[in-house]
T-cell receptor
Framework: GAGVSQSPRYKVAKRGQDVALRCDPISGHVSLFWYQQALGQGPEFLTYFQNEAQLDKSGLPSDRFFAERPEGSVSTLKIQRTQQEDSAVYLC????????????FGQGTRLTVV | RKEVEQDPGPFNVPEGATVAFNCTYSNSASQSFFWYRQDCRKEPKLLMSVYSSGNEDGRFTAQLNRASQYISLLIRDSKLSDSATYLCVVLGGSGTYKYIFGTGTRLKVLA
């Protein structure tokens, strides 16, 4: 595809519900990142994959958050038992990998937990 | 202390003004530096990479000072269309390849 694609664009979940957010990176991009962005804040790192390997998950806020990229392409971020504090925009980015490479972002999924 | 710090602003400047933003980072092993631009309710997009020697792209100039661990962005002859949030981004250091973002600096250019 032409760019990073995320779905759904908007998600409203009832507190306690599980959600799954999908990211389709740019074809051939090795690295994939998930970020959480609260209103008025910069993107906060959640986790990072190189191909199918999850190399860093230090930013995941709790064990309710889980990410996978089983075939080294599409990635899913799953949030179990959603809480109101999980409401944010979840951004996915992909890169060719290495240093000095541009990170291309998807349009994000806006999650609202009610 | 956050790894990447920026003044959140907002900076309100008249059209044609010159405005400068600074950003500091805490990890001295960081290896790559960028400025991203984010419009309201849109995704961040790369504005420019920042090189040790400094670099310029039209009205935009970026500088890196490794000794003091800060990065700057200068915008000359501001346009209304420059109104956005400018995010300072640092990559790498200690074997990590994650992009660390600052909070962002809001710029509003006034007619």
């Amino acid at each position: 595809g032409a760019g990073v694609s995320q779905s759904p664009r908007y998600k409203v979940a009832k507190r306690g519900q599980d959600v799954a957010l999908r990211c389709d990176p740019i074809s051939g991009h090795v690295s994939l990142f998930w970020y959480q962005q609260a209103l008025g804040q910069g993107p906060e790192f959640l986790t990072y994959f190189q191909n199918e390997a999850q190399l860093d998950k230090s930013g995941l806020p709790s064990d309710r958050f889980f990410a996978e990229r089983p075939e080294g392409s599409v990635s899913t971020l799953k949030i179990q038992r959603t809480q109101q504090e999980d409401s944010a925009v979840y951004l996915c980015a992909s890169t060719l990998g290495g240093l000095n490479t541009e990170a291309f972002f998807g349009q994000g999924t806006r999650l609202t937990v009610v | 202390r956050k790894e990447v710090e920026q003044d959140p602003g907002p900076f309100n400047v008249p059209e044609g003004a010159t405005v400068a933003f600074n950003c500091t980072y805490s990890n001295s092993a960081s290896q790559s530096f960028f400025w991203y631009r984010q419009d309201c309710r849109k995704e961040p997009k790369l504005l420019m990479s920042v090189y040790s020697s400094g670099n310029e792209d039209g009205r935009f100039t970026a500088q890196l000072n490794r000794a003091s661990q800060y990065i700057s962005l200068l915008i000359r002859d501001s346009k209304l269309s420059d109104s956005a949030t400018y995010l300072c981004v640092v990559l790498g250091g200690s074997g990590t390849y994650k992009y660390i973002f600052g909070t962002g600096t809001r710029l509003k250019v006034l007619a």
